[in-house]
């Protein structure tokens, strides 16, 4: 089996920086694309940040230059560095995992629980 467990949210003020990482666990033999996505209470969830195996990345305007997305694919696990956070940051953040190959078979598309993060103005 595979899990997905965030951590790092929570409640900052504007202006201020926060990290989530999310940590895939398991027996793991390669993850195609690790990515976080958000969903704010009445919103669609939508991309924050994607980053390929071999490091490309890709961005939401929204948080480009104040956002960076980082990977560790020894530790199957993403971070999420966000600075200069604005109140239109707040939402669940959501970990996702693309392409996992474990013990007992393949999932095209994989998610964790979510993290909150509020950030107060």
């Known amino acids: 089996q595979v899990r997905l467990v965030e951590s790092g949210g929570g409640l900052v003020q504007a202006g201020g920086s926060l990290r989530l990482s999310c940590a895939a666990s398991?027996?793991?033999?390669?993850?195609?694309?690790m990515g976080w996505y958000r969903q704010a209470p009445g919103n669609e969830r939508e991309l924050v940040a994607r980053?390929?195996?071999?490091?490309?990345?890709n961005y939401a305007d929204s948080v480009k230059g104040r956002f960076t997305i980082s990977r560790d694919n020894a530790k199957n696990t993403v971070y999420l560095q966000m600075n200069s956070l604005k109140p239109e940051d707040t939402a669940v953040y959501y970990c996702?995992?693309?392409?996992?190959?474990?013990?007992?078979?393949?999932?095209?598309?994989?998610w964790g629980q979510g993290t909150q993060v509020t950030v107060s103005s």
């Open positions: 398991g027996i793991i033999s390669s993850i195609n694309a």
């Open positions: 980053i390929t195996s071999g490091g490309s990345t």
């Open positions: 996702n995992a693309e392409g996992i190959y474990y013990k007992g078979g393949y999932y095209r598309d994989y």
